[in-house]
């Protein structure tokens, strides 16, 4: 068990799965929910249903977003790791938190979008 420790605070270990959970993420939208010009839900509401609806290629933004976040907190991390060594490993593991809850907002889209 320790060892499984050890390799999960590994930060490059951290990065690689916070890739792969966004790799997983473009992967599930392209080859599963396949998003067109046509009018998808974005955001469902338990009281009134789909009520963020637009165009299948906005989609795409979730992911994105969720790359932007890697790359600009890899860049912090590289900027931060001499100089305050805790918050660069704080910001990788948010970052793999980030990405987990990415793909699972992709998950439920899947589930709630009909095509």
Do not use: C
């Amino acid at each position: 068990m320790n060892k499984v420790l050890e390799y999960t605070r590994n930060i490059l270990f951290q990065i690689a799965l916070s890739a792969l959970l966004n790799i997983i993420s473009w992967l599930v939208i392209i080859f599963q929910i396949k998003p067109n010009s046509e009018m998808l839900p974005l955001h469902y509401n338990i009281f009134f249903g789909p009520d963020i609806v637009t165009k299948g290629y906005y989609l795409y933004t979730l992911p994105l977003v969720g790359l932007l976040i890697l790359g600009a907190n890899y860049a912090f991390y590289r900027y931060t790791k001499d100089r305050e060594n805790f918050a660069a490993k704080i910001v990788i593991a948010i970052t793999m938190l980030v990405q987990a809850f990415i793909l699972i907002a992709v998950l439920f889209l899947k589930s709630i979008i009909v095509i």
